[in-house]
């Protein structure tokens, strides 16, 4: 599982009126250049913020739709959380969360990056997979 938080946790930026504010692209891709919290580095083109605008306006579209229904269900697999290290879009606290859902072995791995860590190190994620999916096997 990538580092989120658990879905009966309310997410702290949809609070603060996101979900509202992000309807079309150009919504979002103010979002990035004006405000973007270090979601975006400096290295990513014009092309890639359109990219990540789009995803976020589908992102803020689930988050307007999505309907927890207070019914919680365990995970009883083994889970390992991947979370960025300086992504202030998913507070830690908020992250051990899962704790309270996962069953099983639970390992959180902090990865260096923002919320974009898995495009920035996805050779290291790859091989965190594989090591894990090798306990497997």
């Known amino acids: 599982i990538s580092g989120r938080i658990p879905p009966f946790v309310s997410p702290s930026f949809i609070k603060g009126d996101l979900s509202k504010k992000i309807k079309v692209r150009e919504d979002a891709y103010q979002y990035f250049v004006n405000d ?33 229904t207070n019914r919680t269900v365990p995970v009883w697999t083994d889970t390992t959380i991947l979370f960025g290290k300086d992504d202030i879009s998913t507070p830690f606290e908020q992250l051990r ?24 190190h996805a050779a290291e994620i790859v091989n965190l997979i594989n090591n894990d999916m090798q306990l497997y096997s």
């Open 36 to 68: 973007g919290l270090g979601l975006l580095n400096d290295k990513m083109d014009e092309t890639l913020i359109r990219f990540y605008s789009d995803l976020l306006v589908a992102d803020m579209n689930l988050m307007r739709s999505y309907k927890y």
């Open 97 to 120: 969360k899962w704790d309270q859902l996962c069953k099983g072995k639970l390992s959180y791995v902090q990865i260096k990056g923002g919320h974009l860590f898995p495009l920035e």
